[in-house]
């Protein structure tokens, strides 16, 4: 399988669409089967030190928030969309395209939880040349491309009772994920960083970069 970004339909959506309400709220149902915010939590607990600045890409809500409050660290919220009134006092919340961001230099830990799979090869290319000289820690996870999860998606989907908008974005999602080694590829992560790349059965690319 290629990679291929195609459009999904939750960026269509205005946020308070019902169909984008719902979509928000299976995919934080995904994201507890597939133990994707439990990972990332323990991954920050092990690596990332005290008092770090966090930019957590492609936020969505406050749902990996609440996983981490309480952490000794300093977290931001980077997303295209406006948060919504919930949103925790004092929590910063950029909204803003990340091709636009241009505050990378404030933030030493990166992480992001299936959302660069939304950017193209060159878009990542462009963001790695600037992380590569601001981060010290990145921690990524993402869906894994992989054809065994293409073909058994479409009926884990729909007979597992998820709308129309997470069963198409789902296998836009497989589609456009990554393999061993493309990532840290496509970000132009050299020998000055120590790469951990991992798969799941369940559907996850995970990756964690750390500075030399």
């Given at each position: 399988?290629?990679?291929?970004?195609?459009?999904?339909?939750?960026?269509s959506?205005?946020?308070?669409?019902?169909?984008?309400?719902?979509?928000?709220?299976?995919?934080?149902?995904?994201?507890?089967?597939?133990?994707?915010?439990?990972?990332?939590?323990?991954?920050?607990?092990?690596?990332?030190?005290e008092?770090?600045?966090?930019?957590?890409?492609?936020?969505?809500?406050?749902?990996?928030y609440?996983?981490?409050?309480?952490?000794?660290?300093?977290?931001?919220?980077?997303?295209?969309?406006?948060?919504?009134?919930?949103?925790?006092?004092?929590?910063?919340?950029?909204?803003?395209?990340?091709?636009?961001?241009?505050?990378?230099?404030?933030?030493?830990?990166?992480t992001?939880?299936?959302?660069?799979?939304?950017?193209?090869d060159?878009?990542?290319?462009?963001?790695?040349s600037?992380?590569?000289?601001?981060?010290?820690?990145?921690?990524?996870?993402?869906?894994?491309?992989?054809?065994?999860?293409?073909?058994?998606?479409?009926?884990?989907?729909?007979?597992?009772?998820?709308?129309?908008?997470?069963?198409?974005?789902?296998?836009?999602?497989?589609?456009?994920?990554?393999?061993?080694?493309?990532?840290?590829?496509?970000?132009?992560?050299?020998?000055?960083?120590?790469?951990?790349?991992?798969?799941?059965?369940?559907?996850?690319?995970?990756?964690?970069?750390?500075?030399?």
């Amino acid at each position: 399988m290629s990679r291929t970004v195609s459009p999904e339909i939750l960026d269509s959506l205005e946020p308070d669409d019902p169909r984008a309400i719902r979509n928000r709220r299976e995919i934080n149902r995904l994201n507890r089967m597939m133990g994707n915010h439990q990972w990332l939590l323990n991954s920050l607990q092990e690596l990332v030190p005290e008092g770090s600045q966090i930019i957590d890409l492609g936020a969505g809500d406050i749902t990996f928030y609440e996983h981490i409050k309480g952490q000794p660290i300093l977290y931001s919220a980077l997303d295209r969309v406006k948060p919504g009134p919930s949103i925790p006092q004092g929590m910063q919340w950029i909204t803003c395209n990340i091709e636009s961001f241009e505050g990378w230099e404030a933030y030493n830990v990166i992480t992001a939880n299936l959302f660069l799979h939304q950017l193209t090869d060159e878009a990542l290319g462009k963001l790695g040349s600037i992380w590569n000289k601001t981060a010290d820690i990145m921690i990524f996870n993402e869906p894994l491309r992989h054809p065994f999860h293409r073909m058994i998606a479409p009926a884990f989907l729909k007979f597992g009772g998820y709308g129309l908008v997470t069963q198409h974005d789902g296998l836009v999602s497989i589609e456009a994920g990554f393999r061993g080694g493309e990532l840290p590829g496509l970000l132009g992560l050299g020998e000055n960083w120590k790469i951990e790349e991992h798969q799941t059965l369940r559907g996850s690319y995970r990756m964690i970069a750390t500075r030399k």
